[in-house]
C-alpha cells in the first residue's frame, strides 16, 4: 500500500511478495512473540506519518493526534518503540513544519501527539506500578537484563577480528537472526543459513531503492526514508552498541 501510493501497481505488487515470502517475514511471524503485532503497528504508523507529512498544511490536531494513538498501541507491543518510533516519528513530523517555519504549529502538533501517546500507555503503565511496583513492563525488564538471562553480543577491543566483531554484529543482527532461526543453523557449517542472509538482502534491497529512487521526487517518499533512517539508527544504537543486546 505505501508503495502503490508512490509508485506504480506493478512495483508495489512485486515489493509485497518479496516482503510476504522474506526471511525476515517468516521469522517475525514464526517465533510467537509480540514482533509481528509490533511490525504491523511500525509499518501502519509509518504509513500515516507518509501521507500526513509532506507539508506542514497536513499535520492537522486530528491527524497529530490519531498518529500519537497509533504511537501508543506501538508502544504497548513493544517497549522500546517508545523510543525508537517516538523520536523517527517526531523527527519526521518536525522537518515539514520547521522547514515552513511554523514554530507554534510545530509545538501544538507535538503536544497533541505526546498527550494522545500517554493517553494510550498510561493506564497500563499505571497499572503496572499498582501491581508490580514498577512503571516497565515484563519485556522492558527483560532488556534490563538481557545480557545476563539471553547472552550479550561479543564485545573484544584487543583484536582485529573481535573489534570488526563488536562493531558489526549490532548492525547485521536484524539479518543474522532470522537466518539462524530458520535454518537452524549457528553458522559454524553455514549452508541455508546463507541462502536465507542473501534473501533477506534481496527482498530489503528492492523496496530500499524504489524508495532512495524516488524520495529524490516525493515528498511521500523522503517522509518513509526519514522515518526508516532514524528509526533504524536510534534502535541499533541504543540496544546494539549501548546495550549489547536485541531480545
Known amino acids: 500500500r505505501m508503495v502503490s501510493e508512490i509508485r506504480r501497481r506493478r512495483e508495489a505488487l512485486w515489493v509485497a511478495g518479496l516482503w510476504f515470502l522474506s526471511p525476515f517475514t517468516l521469522y517475525i511471524s514464526l517465533r510467537g512473540m509480540e514482533s509481528a503485532l509490533s511490525t504491523l503497528l511500525l509499518l501502519l504508523?509509518?504509513?500515516?506519518?507518509?501521507?500526513?507529512?509532506?507539508?506542514?498544511?497536513?499535520?492537522?490536531?486530528?491527524?497529530?493526534?490519531?498518529?500519537?494513538?497509533?504511537?501508543?498501541?506501538?508502544?504497548?507491543?513493544?517497549?522500546?518503540?517508545?523510543?525508537?518510533?517516538g523520536l523517527a516519528g517526531v523527527i519526521t513530523?518536525?522537518?515539514?513544519?520547521?522547514?515552513?517555519?511554523?514554530?507554534?504549529?510545530?509545538?501544538s502538533r507535538l503536544t497533541l501527539l505526546g498527550l494522545a501517546t500517554a493517553a494510550v500507555v498510561l493506564p497500563w503503565f499505571l497499572w503496572?506500578?499498582?501491581?508490580?511496583?514498577?512503571?516497565?513492563q515484563v519485556s522492558a525488564l527483560a532488556k534490563h537484563h538481557s545480557r545476563e538471562i539471553y547472552g550479550g553480543f561479543i564485545t573484544?577491543?584487543?583484536?582485529?577480528?573481535?573489534?570488526?566483531?563488536?562493531?558489526?554484529?549490532?548492525?547485521?543482527?536484524?539479518?543474522?537472526f532470522p537466518a539462524r532461526f530458520i535454518s537452524g543453523e549457528e553458522f559454524?557449517?553455514?549452508?541455508?543459513?546463507?541462502?536465507?542472509?542473501?534473501?533477506?538482502?534481496?527482498?530489503a534491497a528492492l523496496p530500499l531503492s524504489v524508495m532512495l529512487r524516488q524520495s529524490l521526487s516525493d515528498s511521500r517518499a523522503r517522509a518513509l526514508v526519514v522515518f526508516a533512517l532514524v528509526y533504524a539508527v536510534t534502535h541499533t544504537i541504543f540496544f546494539g552498541f549501548i546495550g549489547r543486546s536485541y531480545v
Do not use: C
Request: glycine fraction near 6%; charge should be positive.
Open 93 to 107: 513530523i518536525s522537518l515539514p513544519l520547521l522547514r515552513e517555519r511554523r514554530f507554534a504549529r510545530w509545538l
Open 45 to 85: 504508523f509509518a504509513w500515516s506519518l507518509m501521507r500526513l507529512t509532506p507539508t506542514g498544511d497536513r499535520i492537522s490536531p486530528r491527524s497529530a493526534a490519531s498518529i500519537g494513538l497509533l504511537l501508543g498501541l506501538a508502544g504497548l507491543a513493544r517497549t522500546d518503540n517508545l523510543l525508537s518510533a
Open 156 to 176: 573484544d577491543w584487543r583484536s582485529a577480528q573481535g573489534v570488526l566483531e563488536t562493531a558489526s554484529y549490532p548492525v547485521l543482527a536484524p539479518i543474522i
Open 188 to 203: 559454524r557449517h553455514p549452508t541455508l543459513s546463507f541462502v536465507a542472509v542473501v534473501g533477506i538482502l534481496i527482498t
Open 128 to 136: 503496572n506500578l499498582h501491581k508490580f511496583g514498577t512503571f516497565l
